[in-house]
């Protein structure tokens, strides 16, 4: 499914600019064509949304983050518990015995909020660094997909957060690139 625009509208150095000298009147920029340019675009909140990879690595996520989760609440548990503990038998000890126990549990707590941030920190940086695999796959997929089936001049990614508001819909390649880049993804997979 070869899609292409011929001729594109780029400036390349035949930019025509007018400028008023009224600040609220906005440059005109007058564009060229330049024939054999061919541009495709990617809309990469559909790969995002459908990309096998990206479904297993937020599983992966997912795991990660319910194995810190239980392990930080079976802690906090047990804290729970001796601080109840505490509670119930601290009358019937003496003084510096009941400073000790408070000076434990006070560090106790506080080891316990550490490591809270150390998990937090720790699920930032693991997803950042799947996110950035994801990320390299896709680049690397898309320019080996370039070679094979378009050999396109630009490739350009079209999503809700980026600066393309609109592009033909026979510049997209989304479906076409994401059937491939799902079989690539399937066949690695099952070679691991």
Avoid: W
């Avoid at 400036?11 to 005109?28: D, H, L, N, R, Y």
């Avoid at 003084?95 to 998990?119: A, F, N, V």
């Avoid at 997803?127 to 050999?151: C, L, P, T, W």
């Avoid at 957060?161 to 026979?170: E, F, K, R």
């Amino acid at each position: 499914m070869k899609k292409t625009l011929i001729y594109a509208a780029f400036i390349f150095g035949g930019m025509a600019v007018s400028c008023q000298s009224k600040q609220s009147e906005t440059p005109v920029i007058s564009l060229g064509s330049v024939e054999g340019i061919t541009i495709a675009m990617i809309d990469t909140d559909v790969i995002f949304e459908n990309y096998d990879m990206v479904a297993d690595v937020m599983s992966e996520l997912e795991a990660i983050e319910k194995r810190l989760t239980q392990d930080l609440q079976r802690q906090a548990r047990n804290f729970q518990n001796d601080y109840e503990n505490y509670l119930k038998v601290g009358a019937t000890m003496t003084l510096s015995e009941q400073r000790r126990k408070e000076e434990q549990l006070q560090k106790r707590q506080e080891e316990l909020q550490q490591l809270e941030q150390r998990y937090m920190q720790q699920l930032m940086e693991v997803r950042a660094q799947k996110n950035q695999e994801v990320q390299d796959q896709m680049f690397s997929f898309i320019e080996v997909y370039n070679k094979e089936h378009g050999n396109y001049s630009i490739i350009m990614s079209k999503s809700r957060s980026m600066g393309v508001l609109y592009s033909l819909p026979s510049m997209d390649i989304t479906d076409a690139v994401l059937e491939a880049l799902n079989a690539d993804y399937s066949k690695n997979r099952r070679k691991k």
